[in-house]
């Protein structure tokens, strides 16, 4: 098989490049050459701007086209040009944030989208807009390429190479031991996708040349924070207590959702339908989502060997702001 990956050095692409590289494809990604990490082996290099230098790729035809990094429409239409003729299957990662806000009601793929305010502007994502822009990549996707596009919606993706740390947060803090602050109760809903997941699936819809639209995340209900703690707690094998504070006491105090406790959205909070997204579609396609055991753990040993440190994470509470916290 024979793949292009536009992006394909820093998370999600790496994952996806390392993914169909140990399927025995050969692999090229497309990108400005700002490596990130360490190499990638046995992959071919184009390097440029995915818009204005798509013709260093020449007359090169495709089994399949991975984007990784379209944002705004202008982006997915140069592309779908570009590809349009030279991919026979195309493969786009969106996101699970092109839902309109569903309230408390579980998504799945065939849920209201989320819409650009008329006056929005279409050239620069902002966290407003962030999901609506993604709804208009994917319509020129799906109307460019038809039934030989794949579109992958994975929620927040956790897994080695993250450098958002949202989900890397969790196993980093449990590490720490002592009393540690959750959010709600130890069955308030998380939902997220290994990275290693989501690329095996990409090169299993891949060899099936299987089309269609497919939300990534675990399986609705089978993670918690209890469970999340408790595999973090495994993970660092250390002596650390659950404190769970309910959402309006930590609302109240000022904890942003996602952002001071990532995963967390509030059970009171438009968008809790996000973390019951069904995956239904995408199991039946293959999808494998692994044990939250096996993510902690390798997302620990990861953040353990690159020397990550909780004070330093791009995502969490702070030490001191948690400690106030908890003594509140």
């Known amino acids: 098989m024979n793949v292009l990956i536009i992006g394909g050095t820093r998370f999600v692409g790496r994952h996806i490049a390392e993914a169909f590289v140990k399927s025995g494809a050969s692999v090229t ?69 092109v839902y309109e806000s569903p309230g408390g009601r579980p998504i799945d793929e065939d849920s209201p989208l989320a819409v650009l305010p008329p006056d929005a502007d279409r050239r620069r994502v902002i966290p407003e807009t962030y999901g609506a822009l993604k709804v208009l990549c994917e319509q020129i996707v799906l109307s460019t390429f ?92 250390v002596n650390a207590t659950p404190v769970y504070r309910d959402a309006e006491t930590l609302l109240n105090a000022g904890v942003e959702p996602w952002a001071d406790l990532p995963l967390w959205l509030p059970s009171t909070s438009a968008d809790l339908g996000v973390v019951l997204s069904s995956n239904t579609r995408a199991r039946s396609a293959g999808l494998r989502p692994r044990p939250v055991d096996s993510t902690a753990a390798d997302v620990l040993a990861w953040a353990f060997e690159k020397g990550k440190r909780l004070e330093d994470l791009r995502a969490g509470l702070k030490p001191p702001r948690e400690a106030e916290l908890l003594s509140a």
């Open 146 to 237: 038809r039934d030989r596009a794949a579109v992958l919606r994975p929620g927040l993706v956790a897994g080695p190479h993250d450098p958002t740390d949202r989900f890397s947060y969790w196993p980093v803090r449990i590490a720490q031991g002592r009393s540690v602050l959750l959010p709600e109760s130890p069955a308030h809903p998380v939902q997220y996708i290994d990275a290693r997941d989501l690329a095996d699936f990409a090169v299993t819809l891949a060899q099936r040349s299987a089309g269609g639209i497919y939300n990534a995340v675990t399986t609705p209900g089978s993670v918690t924070f209890g469970s999340l703690f408790e595999a973090g707690r495994r993970a660092a094998r």
């Open 29 to 97: 990604l497309f990108n400005r050459g700002n490596a990130y990490g360490d190499p990638i082996q046995n992959v071919a290099f184009v390097h440029g701007d995915r818009r204005s230098d798509l013709h260093r790729l020449g007359d090169g035809k495709w089994d399949v086209v991975v984007d990784t990094c379209a944002y705004v429409p202008a982006e997915a239409e140069i592309a779908a040009r570009f590809f349009a003729n030279r991919a026979a299957a195309y493969l786009f990662i969106s996101t699970i944030s």
